[in-house]
């Protein structure tokens, strides 16, 4: 009999989780500094006007980059934002990148840490272990929680002239280590905290209904599901508990980054496609897929005007035939996570003709 082989799993080195946990960041980098190197912050853009730029520990010499997050990030946005920040390092190696906002800003930041230490461009590096050398050392500092980005493997990248959305998949790709504040997130506008926040929701509810299952990424799923539940269907999902409970279920599922299935890959296309944000499109996706996740479905709707947030109606009415086929085509592309939910056949169920009637529903 062959030898089998085992995924070796990697996670993140150093969590702080706390109301306030962000005054510390000073002690976290001390050491680091102690290395030699600027700092390089990455923000979101909404932080320009924000004074949470002043309130963490940036120095002079430091590179402060604001994340441009109106949409997703792609192969050649991350491709200019390496430019500029080896630019302003001029030569100098980072003692360190840190990353604020949510899944947007810190697949740039750690996209952009691969790429500094290795060569050419964001696209050569989308799929699974094709960086080869480690990144500078990276902290994830989210405000917005859902995305589970601060603690997987994968930064997911748009590369429009492929028409496809994929991840660099690698262990260097993630935080080594992770501010959890949920005082961070208390500024985020109620609709964005919602779409961000349901999509620890999908990913867990997708990798629980699959076939590709094993017992550690069922029991984090598990958590991070329950806790979302109780966030969403809560009389106020904002509240400081609820939003230290998504912090902490966003961390959980990241950790779980079990397969996906459905509503991943039909969300994938509407942002290929329409630009469209990956949570907002998740709750377009499951939107339309009732017959295939009735109980999710359900809930999903029930927790939508339990928090008073709606899906405005034919955002996919009046495309053109290319158009409904680039739908298609960036969906049907995720074979595994397809496969996960409908077994190999899945091209039996998910027709051209059964996709784009979905779409066309949206
Ligand atoms: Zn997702």
Known sequence: MATPSYRNAKNVGHVMIGQGAIAQLGEVLAPLRAKGGPAVWFFDHFFAHNDLPKRVPVVEGDVVIFVDTSEEPTTDGIDAYTDQVRKELAGAMPCALLAFGGGATMDTCKCVGNLLTNPGKAEDYQGWELVKNPAPYKIGCPTLSGTGSESSRTGV???????????????????????????????????????????????????????????????????ALDLSRHVFLSGDMMAEENREKLMIASYLGGLAAGFVGVVHPLSAGLSMVLHMHHGIANCYALSVLEDIYPVQYREVMDMMQKQGVSLKKGICANLTDEQYQQLYDASIVHEKPLTNALGPDYRKVLTPENVIARFKRM
Do not use: W
């Not at 017992?215 to 984090?220: G, S």
């Open 157 to 223: 990248l748009c590369n429009e002239a492929k028409n496809l959305k994929l991840g660099m998949n690698s262990d260097f790709t993630m935080f080594e280590q992770l501010v959890l504040d949920p005082d961070l997130s208390v500024t985020v506008p109620r609709e964005q905290y919602f779409f961000t926040g349901i999509d620890t929701y999908m990913h867990c509810f997708e990798s629980l209904s699959g076939s590709y299952r094993n017992v550690v990424v069922d029991a984090l799923a598990e958590k």
